[in-house]
């Protein structure tokens, strides 16, 4: 008896018959600029570079009745930042653009921008002069402490010392994280020390950025931090750039530059003692 023929299946066809939903293309690396978005103070402009005027005048005297009044200093200087380029192209075949079934060229540029914004995050932090921008971290002044507690106290002392007022703490999800998980021993509740984390036991913002390094932790003063932007993040295409290989160019680019022209007033980088078992503030011990 031969046998039963196979019965018409969604795999029949070779499939073409039932086509899948595609959903939106997933960006596998981490996007996004949290530290730019959230711990500095957009500035836009319309020139290549911006220059931040600073001024350390004398203090006046106290005077008796007709005593001269005295002349003094403006201590007069500038900071200027030069806007640097963040730029990338992909090629894309006319076929892959005409025959998908989801808009591939408003995909890719989405894809794009969300990593370029990753990448300038990075620059912003980590960059080391022309091309790059100058990065904060290389910059920021210490503030030591034995454990992390300290050190966000010491932070958000000297920069108000300075004159400043600290806003955000910025590090890795990771270490926000563990530092929540910090236990309250002193009564043997083993509770969270910190259940709204950190940051807010101290009043500060807590901004979580993939592009830190786990030792660099940052407390900032938003107002005396500002991201230059003289172009925003733009795509363009184009259909004659790669003419010869019938493909389309997909072209994203910004210039931008960080401008921290008064740094004892703007930035600290915590600087923990290591321990094996410390406190991670006024109440709590690592977990």
Not at 24 to 50: D, K, Q, S
Not at 104 to 126: C, K, P, Q, W
Not at 151 to 168: E, K, L, M, N
Not at 229 to 258: K, L, M
Request: overall charge negative; hydrophobic content about 45%; aromatic content about 6%.
């Amino acid at each position: 008896m031969p046998p039963a023929p196979p019965p018409v299946t969604t795999g029949s066809f070779q499939g073409v018959l039932h086509p899948q939903d595609v959903t939106n293309i997933l960006n596998l690396l981490v996007g996004g600029a949290p530290f730019c978005g959230n711990a500095l103070t957009r500035y836009p402009t319309a020139r290549h570079a911006v220059a931040f005027p600073t001024a350390k005048p004398d203090r006046p005297a106290w005077l008796r009745e007709m005593d001269p009044i005295p002349v003094v200093g403006l201590g007069d200087d500038a900071d200027i930042v030069a806007v640097c380029k963040l730029a990338s192209i992909v090629l894309m075949s006319n076929e892959s653009v005409g025959d998908t079934e989801v808009n591939i060229t408003n995909e890719f540029a989405e894809l794009m921008r969300d990593s370029a914004s990753a990448e300038l995050d990075r620059g912003i932090l980590y960059g080391g002069d022309d091309p790059e921008p100058r990065g904060l971290v290389a910059a920021a002044l210490p503030a030591p402490g034995a454990d992390l507690g300290a050190a966000i106290t010491a932070a958000i002392g000297s920069i108000g010392d300075a004159g400043g007022t600290a806003t955000h703490l910025a590090a890795r999800p990771s270490v926000l994280a563990n530092a929540r998980n910090t236990r309250d021993l002193t009564d043997g509740s083993n509770r969270l020390a910190f259940p709204d984390g950190i940051g807010a036991a101290y009043g500060l913002e807590e901004v979580g950025v993939p592009e830190l390094a786990a030792a660099d932790i940052l407390v900032t003063n938003k107002a005396k931090l500002w991201l230059v932007t003289r172009n925003d993040f733009q795509v363009d295409y184009s259909r004659d750039y790669a003419f010869d290989r019938d493909a389309i160019a997909v072209r994203i680019r910004g210039r931008f530059a960080v401008g921290a022209p008064d740094l004892p007033k703007a930035l600290r980088k915590l600087t923990v003692q290591p321990a094996g078992a410390q406190t991670a503030g006024p109440r709590g011990k690592a977990a």
